[in-house]
């Protein structure tokens, strides 16, 4: 049985805007309450739409946000409240690879630079031992020993998401968040990336949260998938029960939109009604009553809570859904 690497517990993160001499403060509740667990060498899809909360889950539970409200534990040991510098070491077990990676590469420096930086910052290994740790990472990630010595703006976009994720192996974390980590990259593109991450796990026995807008990307590739819908969780369970069998009706509508290559087993795309609300100004009752097609009164005026739909770790938040016989 695999451990649990890190855990989250009632995790809040609302952003406070506004606030001046003529105008009151308000808040984004860009998560609401989220609680994970991720094991070991397992990978978790969140998925969901834009501005869902998806994105800041992973920063936050990172603490590179630091939370409005909730625990945040790694490997047991509460971290929720570390310092900038008490988180220094953690640092090392738990890396984030971004979807742009040109935004993490300083584009004056050469990759060789940028590699070595987070062995600098620790203080680990002399420059030589350094520039042959960079070159086997490049190795590693399906780069020449040779991209060292060029610039970030050298290479396409796939190559640089390869130096990204050579970055982000560098101090062998146990966790890494993938942020949209392929979804600007061409199809043919973001399954070599896909593939490249499986490997690196399977080897590293790495947990990853595979953060995307797009549930066919991460369908192949999670143990578990978690839907998020403004600021919460609204289902999860492994990736083959929520696909065979979605319960919430947001995650049915996600899964219509899957295209299917067999015409036979087409389903029918259930089409969502306008956009997600803002996360300033949430709907009362479940968040999504809005865009869905089965609601009704108490809809509007309760929030449905996670129940769990099996033993097996399936739940889902909807006043329709009842537990499996
Ligand atoms: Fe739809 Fe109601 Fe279920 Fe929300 S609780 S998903 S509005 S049926």
């Known amino acids: 049985m695999s451990e649990v690497v890190l855990s989250i517990r009632d995790l809040k993160q609302h952003f406070a805007i506004g606030g001046g001499l003529f105008s009151k403060k308000k808040y984004v509740y860009a998560v609401d309450g989220v609680s994970l667990d991720i094991k070991t060498g397992e990978t978790l899809g969140l998925v969901g739409e834009s501005g869902c909360g998806k994105s800041t889950v992973g920063r936050t539970l990172l603490k590179l946000y630091e939370p409005t409200s909730g625990k945040i534990f790694f490997e047991g040991r509460d971290i929720t409240d570390l310092s900038v510098k008490e988180m220094a070491n953690l640092r090392k077990e738990m890396q984030i690879i971004f979807q742009d990676p040109m935004e993490s590469l300083n584009s004056r420096h050469t990759v060789g630079g940028i590699m070595a930086e987070p062995f600098e910052i620790h203080g680990i290994g002399t420059p030589e031992e350094r520039r042959v740790w960079v070159e086997e990472l490049l190795v590693k990630v399906g780069l020449p020993k040779t991209a060292a010595d060029r610039y970030p703006h050298e290479f396409s976009g796939g190559q640089r998401q390869r130096i990204g994720i050579a970055r982000a192996i560098a101090l062998k974390p146990k966790i890494i968040v993938c942020d949209e ?45 978690a839907v998020m819908y403004l600021g919460k969780i609204v289902e999860i369970g492994d990736a083959e029960t ?3 069998t979605p319960k919430h009706p947001y995650t049915q509508a996600l899964i219509s939109a899957i295209p299917n290559p067999d015409p036979r087993k087409r389903n029918k795309r259930i ?36 129940i769990a739909l099996d033993n097996q770790g399936h739940q889902a938040a909807c006043h329709l859904v009842q537990p499996d016989d």
């Not at 399954?191 to 947990?207: G, H, K, R």
């Not at 609601?295 to 509007?300: E, L, N, Q, V, W």
């Open 242 to 244: 929520l696909y065979r």
């Open 271 to 306: 089409i969502l009604k306008g956009d997600v609300p803002s996360p300033m100004d949430p709907p009362d009752g479940c968040h999504f009553n809005a865009r869905c097609m089965h609601a009704t009164d108490i809809c509007r005026q309760t929030r449905p809570e996670l």
């Open 181 to 225: 980590a392929v979804s600007a990259l061409d199809v043919s593109v973001q399954s070599q990336i896909v593939n490249l991450l499986l490997d690196l796990q399977q080897e590293m026995n790495l947990a990853l949260i595979f953060i995307a807008h797009d549930l066919s990307v991460v369908k192949h590739i999670s143990d578990r998938i």
